[in-house]
């Protein structure tokens, strides 16, 4: 360690200790003899005039002490802001407004003349500080952990994103060997050969790609093209692709999703893409069953060509917890229910509930479920005339918790008829472990009125959530009855109209 005046005023200062305490030790040592010997007796030929004389002038030389307790005192303080000099406040600018945010929890306000504030962060801010202590702005920058979300915006040419792309690579690097997740909100490339070998390097290094709707197709494919050449990784867990706002048709050749993404997945989200990035079936199924640690699929308003090989894999995801399929082909959905085979976890499965006389697509639904743990359901798309159906699905759901009922549009309520089993005058509850019911655009008439208080009844549950009417059959509607009797009977009510009543 190199020497500094500072530590030579702290070797002066232990010098000056040391002889402290040896002259006030040797004080105490001669006070002792002469009071050791005053009580002996002393020499006969003592001259107690002068002891006490002498006595008193030691007394009256210590008053002086008072003087180099006050000086010790002041001493003290300057030893204490050594001590807390760690703790030292200094400006909350030195880290970013966000990163504060997150240790925090708070939105934090430059003090006046450090720096614009350029971002606000939070709406209703929970407190305003304008400085940080020094220690805790040490350990946020040599905390790896606070650095791994990374907004990455490429392309632009204003200052702002210049900084906004200079901070996603310096975050980059102090997130050091942890692997991060990269939030990509831009429709076109950076220019520079350099800047692109860093880019390459940040996404190698990444958990997760995250694409905001601002991403282009062409943004999407150079990403992943550039992933590829910057040689990959094992590491990549997460990719969110969720609808380009800007489809560029001219792009020659499609996505080619086996060639991209990785074995080590665990969630795989699609929404909204064109017709460049839609998987085909058997690219989706092969990819599928290269990913056996996949946790959450989401795969909503797609588009997915059937094409012509039929020869698609099983699918085994056995660490599968989460499953949403938003598609309007019920073939495809068919399909998919046929191959997946989820494992033993407990499982949310959402998707739209196919027409009452679609048998082959309901009966793969009933034999997935009959293969599944589900304890979360989530049903679109509930029309009239399905109570048969999802009676038979119900069947299959004795670990059933939460269901959530999506009705079509103007459809009637009968499909709450499947959650009652008629036993004699009775009705016994068909998924006796429900808890929590939620409806969805829903017209509830009389006769599902008394359904439903059946269900309330028989279920006791402990959540009900109504997005909803209750028309009492005249033209007119009896919300008000309905909500006051449900709240005596549900432990928490979740109600509210979806259409004003006159």
Not at 378 to 386: A, C, E, F, H, P
């Amino acid at each position: 360690m190199q020497k500094s005046p500072l530590f030579d005023a702290f070797a002066e200062l232990d010098d000056i200790h040391k002889d402290f305490n040896s002259i006030t030790s040797a004080f105490h040592n001669a006070c002792a003899k002469v009071g050791q010997l005053v009580v002996a007796g002393g020499n006969g030929d003592t001259d107690h005039e002068l002891l006490e004389r002498r006595s008193k002038d030691i007394m009256e030389a210590l008053k002086s002490l008072e003087l180099t307790t006050e000086i010790i005192g002041k001493s003290k303080a300057f030893l204490r802001r050594a001590i807390n000099s760690s703790k030292s406040l200094v400006p909350i600018s030195i880290l970013p407004a966000d990163m504060m945010t997150r240790i925090f929890e708070l939105a934090i306000v430059p003090s006046p003349g450090t720096i614009r504030n350029t971002r606000k962060l939070l709406s209703y801010p929970a407190s305003m500080i304008s400085s940080v202590c020094a220690l805790w702005r040490y350990l946020a920058i040599n905390d790896p952990w606070l650095w791994v979300d990374i907004d990455l915006v490429e392309g632009g040419s204003t200052r702002i994103s210049k900084l906004l792309m200079a901070r996603a690579l310096l975050w980059s690097v102090r997130a050091r060997n942890i692997p991060t997740c990269v939030n990509f909100h831009s429709d076109s490339r950076c220019k520079g050969e350099d800047l692109r070998r860093q880019i390459g390097s940040l996404i190698t290094h990444a958990r997760s790609f995250n694409f905001l709707p601002t991403s282009s197709d062409a943004y999407v494919l150079s990403i992943f093209r550039s992933y590829n050449l910057s040689g990959r990784s094992d590491c990549l867990e997460k990719v969110s692709i969720d609808g380009p706002l800007t489809n560029t048709s001219q792009i020659p050749t499609r996505f080619n999703w086996l060639d991209c993404l990785p074995p080590t997945l665990t969630t795989l989200n699609l929404a909204y893409l064109s017709d460049v990035l839609t998987p085909s079936l058997h690219e989706l199924t092969t990819l599928l069953s290269t990913c056996p640690r996949l946790q959450t699929l989401v795969l909503s308003v797609l588009t997915i060509p059937p094409g012509t090989n039929n020869n698609h894999p099983k699918i085994d995801l056995p660490c599968l917890q989460n499953l949403e399929i938003w598609l309007d082909s019920e073939s495809i959905l068919e399909r998919i229910l046929s191959l997946v085979n989820p494992g033993t976890r407990d499982l949310d499965l959402s998707f739209r509930l196919p027409e009452p006389d679609n048998e082959y697509c309901h009966r793969a639904a009933q034999l997935f479920c009959g293969r599944s743990r589900v304890t979360r359901l989530i049903l679109g798309d509930v029309k009239s005339g399905s109570d048969r159906r999802f009676a038979k699905l119900l069947d299959k759901l004795p670990e059933l918790q939460s269901l959530s009922l999506i009705f079509f549009y103007n459809a009637t309520c009968d499909a709450l008829d499947a959650l009652l089993l008629p036993v004699g005058e009775e009705h016994w509850p068909r998924c006796p472990r429900l808890q929590t019911l939620k409806i969805f655009q829903a017209n509830i008439g009389p006769r599902a009125q008394q359904q439903l208080k059946r269900i309330t009844r028989t279920y006791k549950l402990a959540n009900l959530t109504i997005r909803g009417w209750f028309p009492d059959g005249e033209g007119g509607q009896r919300n008000g009855d309905m909500s006051a009797w449900l709240k005596t009977q549900v432990k928490s009510l979740d109600y509210d109209y979806e259409t004003d009543t006159k």
